[in-house]
């Protein structure tokens, strides 16, 4: 049975983990080793994920089953280059492993998300995706999202083109 509750800090090395696990086996086979060894400390390590974890600007939930971790969703301050207003909030990371994908994990997460987000006051909610990943692009449109522009991604050195979306709550 699979379970959601928010993350604390005692989940920042299983999530780290499964966040490393699922991104690799996503996106793992585009960059270069150290392209993506350099992706995988930043954005999951101390300086990302398990810092934000004790960090009030944002809120991580957790979709568990048998006590593990099987997917995440990360939100809070707009991190992308430019002036925001302050009643945006960024979708930072819906991560889903394989098995899970299409079983409704994502859904009650990112349903999790929009609510976590008015609650907090936010109008709208930005997020970027892999204009590769036509998965997650038809997902994000099915719950309402509209692409609104181009971002690069950097996974180390290597420059991804994304899209950048939009959700008005």
Not at 130 to 153: C, I, P, S, T
Request: net charge negative.
């Amino acid at each position: 049975m699979i379970a959601y509750r928010d993350a604390t800090a005692t989940d920042g090395d299983e999530l780290a983990a499964m966040a490393r696990r699922c991104f690799t086996q996503t996106f793992g086979n585009l960059y270069r080793q150290s392209d993506l060894a350099a992706f995988l400390d930043t954005t999951f390590g101390a300086a990302g994920l398990v810092g934000d974890l004790g960090d009030p600007d944002y809120a991580v939930r957790l979709a568990t089953e048998d006590e593990a971790i099987i997917g995440y969703c990360k939100i809070g301050p707009v991190a992308f280059p430019g002036d925001w207003p302050p009643h945006a909030i960024e979708l930072h990371q819906l991560y889903v492993l394989a098995p899970w994908q299409g079983t409704g994990v994502a859904a009650t997460l990112m349903d999790w998300a929009a609510g976590h987000a008015r609650a907090v006051g936010a109008r709208e909610m930005i997020l970027s995706v892999y204009v590769d990943n036509h998965r997650a692009r038809a997902f994000y449109e099915r719950r309402g999202f509209l692409e609104f522009g181009k971002y690069v991604f950097m996974v180390g050195d290597h420059e991804d083109d994304d899209r950048l979306m939009r959700l008005m709550l």
